[in-house]
């Protein structure tokens, strides 16, 4: 059984689509138990009784547009995030899931969980969507705005090995995100990074790619800074969502279109679903010692239950038992 530890008042939406996404967790995955932290009075209209449901109750909770988390973590731990952290530290539990503040998790994680003894920081990893319908790992998608290149080396060293002994790609290539494709563009933080990619024996560098290219990179990794890596995300998630505002507008605006929307409704869900950033549900935050999942902060039920879905699947796959026992063999070359 693999147990679950929840952020229940984390998220735009919480705590009801969060609490209605652990509960379709709960229905649709027979193997999770889950322990959810929260205000129980506020949280209880949206539970069900469930053997495999634990309720832990928290007076208090982050709110999502917080201005100084370090000082609200000195002044009360005891917030439903960093209780679910803990639980996940003392090992009560075997993931942490949460769509709370991103800068409130990577501190907590940091203070709580801890980083991996290979990784010098940690960075959060979206499955961005591909043509093929593999997808690609991104990272940092926002973790941290200023790098050092042994930093982003890291990042590569830690995906590659996930995208081969996880996910089953061979030689996984890294991809650097930049303005051009020649070597010679970028900030020196591109410039010297690749330097260390084409260097490492360990690392498949396949050379800069232009975020244009993303969807249809047969690149496994894209390698950035969480700054460009968060604008880029963001970037791709609001051009799919536009495209598809417009093309539904212009299906409806004509008799022909519609009947022709008929003939390809199938196709039409088919593609909504393999961009919609609800079926992944959340990012990994490569680095720490637990798996830690950030949903989106926007989270209805259904992409909460993914990201918990993502939790699940990664300790099914010993992700980080695999990835510390490689790390530690490469680096201590």
Do not use: W
């Not at 689509?17 to 027979?30: D, R, S």
């Not at 030689?171 to 260390?196: F, H, Q, S, W, Y």
């Not at 961009?275 to 950030?294: H, N, Q, R, T, Y």
């Amino acid at each position: 059984m693999i147990h679950l530890s929840v952020d229940g008042m984390g998220g735009d939406n919480a705590p009801k689509e969060i609490c209605q996404g652990v509960m379709k967790a709960l229905h649709e995955y027979k193997n999770i138990k889950i322990t959810i932290f929260g205000n129980e009075k506020l949280m209880n209209p949206y539970l069900e009784k469930n053997e495999r449901l634990d309720i832990f109750h928290c007076e208090d909770y982050l709110a999502m547009d917080e201005k100084d988390v370090l000082k609200k973590y000195k002044e009360n731990k005891e917030l439903s995030m960093f209780k679910a952290m803990s639980f996940v530290k003392e090992g009560k539990a075997d993931a942490f899931v949460s769509a709370g503040p991103t800068q409130a998790i990577i501190l907590g994680g940091h203070f709580i969980i801890k980083r991996m003894k290979y990784m010098k920081r940690v960075a959060i990893a979206p499955i961005i969507p591909s043509y093929d319908g593999r997808g690609r790992f991104m990272l940092d998608g926002g973790a941290n705005t200023e790098l050092k290149p042994e930093h982003l080396e890291d990042f590569a060293l830690f995906a590659s090995i996930v995208a081969e002994k996880i996910y089953n790609r061979k030689n996984p290539k890294v991809a650097m995100i930049n303005i051009g494709t020649e070597k010679n563009k970028g900030r020196d933080l591109e410039k010297n990074t690749i330097k260390l990619l084409e260097m490492n024996p360990n690392i498949n560098f396949y050379g800069n790619i232009e975020p244009k290219e993303m969807f249809t990179s047969d690149a496994d990794i894209f390698l950035t800074d969480g700054f460009t890596g968060n604008i880029v995300m963001k970037t791709m998630e609001g051009s799919i969502k536009g495209m598809g505002m417009v093309l539904k507008r212009e299906i409806y605006s004509k008799l022909s279109s519609k009947l022709g929307a008929v003939l390809i409704k199938k196709a039409m869900k088919s593609t909504k679903k393999a961009l919609d950033a609800s079926e992944i549900g959340g990012a990994i935050i490569m680095g720490f010692e637990k798996i830690v999942i950030k949903a989106h902060g926007s989270s209805d039920a259904h992409a909460f239950k993914n990201a918990l879905r993502q939790a699940k699947e990664m300790n099914e796959l010993s992700i980080l038992s695999i990835v510390e026992k490689n790390m530690r063999s490469i680096k201590e070359q």
